[in-house]
Nanobody, 126 residues
């Protein structure tokens, strides 16, 4: 699976940004797709994930209610809609893919994801 992330930028607190992650190479519906982020000096952390088959979603507590993950089968693309952005959301955002395990929820651990896209920077100014 090859992943291509896009959509980052410099925004102000309270603004919205949509990140995209285009996947190619394998059957899209057989994967969990996740978003992670890494701020300077901090470890990479889980943001959100989706089961591309069932549509089940997971969110980190810090973004629940503000971020929405979705997938588009026709475009083999996963989106992360980020609303009400805060300065603490500033980070490099990465999309990742993991082989789906039927009956399981998408993993939160980055170790479970074998495929990674390049990061896209999101900077939120106060």
């Amino acid at each position: 699976v090859q992943l291509q992330a896009s959509g980052g930028g410099l925004v102000q607190a309270g603004d919205s940004v949509r990140l995209s992650c285009a996947a190619s190479g394998r059957t899209f519906s057989r994967y969990f797709m996740g978003w992670f982020r890494q701020a300077p000096g901090k470890e990479r952390e889980f943001v959100s994930a989706v089961d591309c088959n069932s549509g089940s979603t997971l969110y980190a507590d810090s973004v629940r209610g503000r971020f929405t993950i979705s997938r588009d089968y026709a475009k083999n693309t996963v989106y992360l809609q980020m609303n009400s952005l805060k300065p603490e959301d500033t980070a490099v955002y990465y999309c990742a893919a993991a082989r789906m395990t039927y009956g399981s929820l998408p993993p939160r651990s980055s170790d479970e994801y074998a495929y990674w896209g390049q990061g896209t920077q999101v900077t939120v100014s106060s």
